[in-house]
């Protein structure tokens, strides 16, 4: 069973402060991808990478940054966190491979920043 | 003009009802389509690949029209368990496995 791991359920933050959230997968999985999901907007995609050390922007990647010094792991950092970075973050992965891979997700973690 | 588009509902139809669910796509070089579903507080989750043919899996079938750039999904005999959100999702071409949400459609059903 593919496994998407992300490490908080819940976290709580103040304005102003740098927020880690990281994510593992225990499938050897080229693709990993950050998005968001508010309400009315849907999953928007914040940043992937499909390979160790690389990373492309998605489609909003302002006020985030992604690291991928390892196969398995996938952080998103919120260098100086505000308000409207408050949201559901859903973590991602899937094989490299053209057509009909599917993309499993972590459980999410929902930041509220103050 | 959102790339893919979606009622977002939400439906609310009785048990053993047949619900339809539609989702146009704009961007015409789109390569895969898909429907994933996401229950109350819940990660999204592959619900079934849409075939050109068109593809049924139980109660459920996905239609795909290139020409006309639309996807649906059809749910017969509905289930209390059946309410969710259901995501219509569009893979662009080349192969970074990048996929396209819609905002998802809510299905609600009652007893």
């Known amino acids: 069973d593919v496994k998407v791991t992300q490490s908080s359920r819940y976290l709580v933050k103040r304005t102003g402060e740098k927020v880690f959230l990281e994510c593992v997968q225990d499938?050897?999985?080229?693709?990993m991808f950050w998005y968001r999901q508010d309400p009315g907007l849907g999953l928007r995609l914040i940043y992937f990478?499909?390979?160790?050390?690389?990373?492309e922007k998605g489609d909003i990647p302002e006020g985030y940054s992604v690291s991928r010094e390892k196969k398995e792991r996938f952080s998103l950092i919120l260098e100086s966190a505000s308000t409207n970075q408050t949201s559901m973050y859903l973590c991602?992965?899937?094989?490299?491979?053209?057509?009909?891979?599917?993309?499993?997700f972590g459980p999410g973690t929902r930041l509220l920043v103050l | 003009r959102k790339e893919v588009e979606q009622d977002p509902g939400p439906f609310n139809v009785p048990e053993g009802a047949t619900v339809a669910f539609n989702c146009t796509y704009s961007?015409?070089?789109?390569?895969?389509f898909f429907w994933y579903r996401q229950d109350c507080r819940k990660e999204p989750k592959l619900l079934m690949s849409?075939?050109?043919s068109g593809n049924e899996d139980g109660r459920f079938t996905a239609q795909l029209n290139r020409a006309s750039q639309y996807i649906s999904l059809l749910i017969r005999d509905s289930k209390l368990s059946d309410s969710a959100t259901y995501l219509c999702?569009?893979?662009?071409?080349?192969?970074?496995?990048?996929?396209?949400f819609g905002q998802g459609t809510t299905l609600q059903v009652k007893p």
């Open positions: 991602a992965s899937s094989r490299l491979a053209g057509g009909l891979e599917t993309q499993y």
């Open positions: 499938m050897d999985h080229e693709n």
């Open positions: 990478s499909y390979d160790v050390k690389m990373k």
């Open positions: 961007n015409s070089a789109s390569q895969s």
């Open positions: 849409v075939y050109s």
């Open positions: 999702v569009v893979k662009r071409t080349g192969n970074t496995g990048k996929l396209i």
